[in-house]
């Protein structure tokens, strides 16, 4: 049987070359309808949608002796099965599909019953979050930040170079793409001012970034291997870490970002599988110093994921590209994110979230964030109509988008949308 990342494979369904989702990707969501409002578990096939509770409930997909898992809210009870019923579930999925197999194609009958318009559905956050964790690997975001901070010299603080840098987020506010996000409110203490005052953020930004979806626990105390930390990767989101600069520059000393951080973060619906993403793997940048034993790598665990931001201002009839960069930049890997997240003994769960942190490369248009690329407001984005933004505004749209390119075919994340509200 072909691997389901076979290139020539096809699907009998028709998919247009340009689709994020081919055969070659089958990405996990959470998905409801107006006939059938209970949410249940799909994967994305061209524009459609193959119901997974549909087809374990007649018995095409085989989970035994797990039964049901399909029929929940979010893809935590799949996702606790294992790597190996993952594999094996995605190459049934994708024998089912396939042109040259009637057993779905040709039964009109359980067509109408398992595949759904994407049109007709409405897309749910696809995990049940247990802990949200946000990094900051991108040595060029980073740089980028600490010259305009400290200078050109010091940009770099000492750490940064032995260990992936991350805090403790909120998994309550994460949110599936679509939800509108509301303007945050907190303290400001501009530089001119003696004390501070409470009132609605004025520097309101985006951080364009990947999200690891953990399919596997770990125990607490214990230790992950490479190997080990890999294989609990179930898949990636696209992920928007929407930040308040001027509540987070005043709040950040001694301990981090908090407030700033925990109002709002959005990711895409749809979880595509590491295995999905394993033809794209690339090595990463050089590591120097050399990391310590326990973050070394053997392989390369970095992917060429194209990405790009658009923004489209209440006014705007079409969304603006305002950055155009690529995964394959990070300093910090995934995996290397998650041995280090368990090497003090902290236990991971089924459903824990791992933000990459803001993803931005060398060239200007690859900035991942408005803070980067108005360089802190003296460099307004000029967006056509005349229109100007050093920070975003209420009613302005924002969205994310993500894929890696194949053969004749692209492996994509469909997209991370928010649109700004003001704040109550």
């Keep these: 049987m072909p691997h389901p990342n076979d290139p020539k494979l096809r ?20 998905f409801s309808t107006a006939a059938y409002p209970a949410p ?9 949608i193959l119901d997974l509770a549909v087809m374990e409930k007649d018995g095409l997909i085989d989970l035994s002796p797990a039964f049901g898992v399909f029929a929940h809210s979010s893809i935590n009870a799949f996702m606790a099965l294992g790597p190996k019923v993952w594999s094996k579930t995605r190459a049934r999925i994708s024998e089912l599909l396939r042109h ?10 359980l067509r109408s019953r398992a595949l759904v318009p994407m049109r007709e559905a409405k897309l749910h956050l696809p995990v049940a979050v247990s802990g949200y964790t946000d990094f900051y690997s991108s040595k060029e975001h980073a740089t980028n930040v600490g010259v305009m901070f400290r200078g050109k010299d010091n940009a770099l603080q000492p750490n940064w170079l032995h260990m992936p840098i991350a805090y403790n987020g909120r998994a309550s506010t994460v949110v599936v793409s679509g939800t509108t996000i509301r303007r945050p409110r907190g303290q400001l203490k501009p530089p001119n001012v003696e004390v501070p005052s409470f009132a609605p953020c004025k520097r309101l ?6 999200g690891v979806v953990v399919g596997q626990s770990s125990p607490m105390g214990g230790m992950l291997s490479e190997k080990q930390a890999e294989e609990m990767i179930f898949g990636f989101v696209l992920l928007n870490d929407w930040s308040a600069r001027d509540i987070q520059q005043w709040e950040y000393v001694p301990l981090g970002p908090f407030l700033a951080k925990a109002f709002a973060t959005s990711i895409s619906p749809w979880v595509v599988t590491r295995e999905a993403l394993e033809p794209f793997c690339v090595p990463g940048p050089e590591q120097n110093p050399t990391p310590l034993d326990y973050l070394r790598q053997t392989r390369p665990h970095n992917y060429d994921l194209e990405l790009d931001v658009s923004l489209r201002a209440a006014q705007m009839k079409e969304p603006a590209t305002i950055c155009h960069t690529n995964f394959r930049y990070m300093y910090w890997s995934s995996v290397q994110q998650l041995m280090h997240h368990a090497s ?40 056509p109509g005349g229109i100007r933004r050093s920070f975003l505004e209420d009613g302005d749209s924002l969205v994310m988008r993500g894929w890696c390119q194949g053969d004749g075919y692209r492996v994509g994340f469909g997209e991370a949308e928010g649109t700004i509200l003001p704040a109550e």
Excluded at 100 to 109: I, V
Excluded at 355 to 378: D, F, M
């Design 100 to 109: 040259d197999n009637p057993h779905l194609r040709d039964n009109k009958e």
């Design 205 to 210: 930004d985006f951080e364009l970034e990947m």
């Design 11 to 30: 699907a009998f369904i028709d998919v247009a070359p340009d689709s994020d989702f081919p055969i070659q990707n089958l990405p996990y969501g959470v």
């Design 344 to 383: 003090s003994g902290c236990a991971m769960n089924v459903g824990d979230l791992l933000g990459s942190g803001t993803i931005s490369g060398p060239e200007k248009h690859q900035r991942g964030s408005l803070l980067e690329i108005s360089w802190n407001g003296s460099e307004p984005v000029e967006l």
């Design 40 to 48: 249940r578990v799909g994967v994305a096939i061209g524009d459609q």
